[in-house]
């Protein structure tokens, strides 16, 4: 089995926000200065060259924010990415469940209860609060639901329903 990678609908719309914002600031603070300057002399304009970097700064660090933050869904193992710092990984003989919120009221992402009693929640896998209506986007439930089934179906194959503990029980 291959590993998958889900992004939310939250970091999908940063990363391609964040590139709309890289081209539109190039294009108005960097190509129409220039023009405009070319065609007139006036020095004003090239005040505008100001905006280039504070605007696509910005882009790119959302650009970045987008296609950093994700999670990938292994065979044996989840791993998350923040916006800094390493990549957390759990793997699937650590979890007892995967609690999946479905509702947009109290929390908004994916929860590992791991068998040692911690919970740790994957900031990267949450939904989006952009879409109307009181569930959850489809990104985020496709994400989850693979999420739980190979959580499933690893320890289907490691452990055996023979051995009297499944998933979601403690």
């Given at each position: ?45 090239l005040g505008m060259l100001l ?55 109290g929390p908004r992402a994916v ?29 985020y439930r496709e994400a989850a ?26």
């Amino acid at each position: 089995m291959q590993i998958r990678t889900y992004r939310s609908g939250v970091n999908r719309m940063f990363l391609w926000m964040g590139v709309a914002l890289v081209v539109v600031a190039v294009l108005v603070f960097g190509a129409v200065p220039v023009l405009g300057w070319s065609l007139t002399r006036s020095p004003g304009l090239l005040g505008m060259l100001l905006g280039l970097p504070v605007f696509g700064l910005a882009g790119a660090v959302m650009a970045l924010v987008g296609a950093r933050r994700r999670v990938l869904v292994g065979p044996d193992r989840v791993t998350w990415y923040g916006v800094l710092g390493a990549p957390s990984v759990v793997l699937f003989s650590e979890i007892a469940h995967v609690e999946v919120p479905s509702g947009r009221r109290g929390p908004r992402a994916v929860a590992l209860h791991r068998r040692d009693g911690r919970v740790q929640v994957i900031g990267a896998l949450a939904m989006s609060s952009g879409e109307g209506g009181n569930s959850a986007d489809g990104a985020y439930r496709e994400a989850a639901s693979d999420l739980v089934a190979s959580h499933a179906r690893w320890w289907a194959q490691a452990r055996g329903p023979q051995q009297g503990w499944t998933p979601g029980r403690r």
